[in-house]
């Protein structure tokens, strides 16, 4: 109680960092697609980090309006944590463990969550 009602895009950010955590896993979960030899490094890294994505906003999203500085920092969080993970995927591109058809789509998810999460933090700067 005493939340505020979160609007359609705060809401499609937080369903689109489900996503993005699901599809994360998912590839590198895979040794197919992850060799062993990044278990502990890259692919731990690039979880962790889509997971910080959903959580931040999930946070920020249930953090009262009112309390601007704290939502403020959890966007921000997010922000900062999409950007992390677009230079691992960046360094599985250079690696080449991922093709550039996979990093594409993959940076356009983060790339898509990054923007939402931008635009609903000035929405809330502004209000």
């Known amino acids: ?12 950010v937080i369903i689109k960092a489900k996503e993005l955590a699901a599809y994360t896993l998912g590839i590198t979960s895979n040794s197919k697609n992850f060799p062993k030899k990044f278990r502990f490094t890259l692919v731990d890294k690039m979880q962790t980090r889509s997971f910080n994505i959903y959580e931040s906003l999930l946070e920020a999203n249930r953090t009262r309006i009112e309390n601007k500085i704290i939502r403020g920092d959890l966007q921000t969080k997010a922000i900062t944590y999409c950007e992390e993970l677009q230079f691992y995927i960046e360094l599985s ?3 080449n463990i991922i093709t550039p058809q996979r990093a594409e789509f993959w940076s356009g998810l983060v790339t898509d969550i990054k923007r939402m999460t931008i635009a609903w933090r000035k929405r809330d700067k502004d209000r």
């Open 93 to 95: 591109l250079m690696n």
């Open 1 to 12: 109680m005493g939340q505020d009602k979160p609007n359609d895009k705060e809401m499609q």
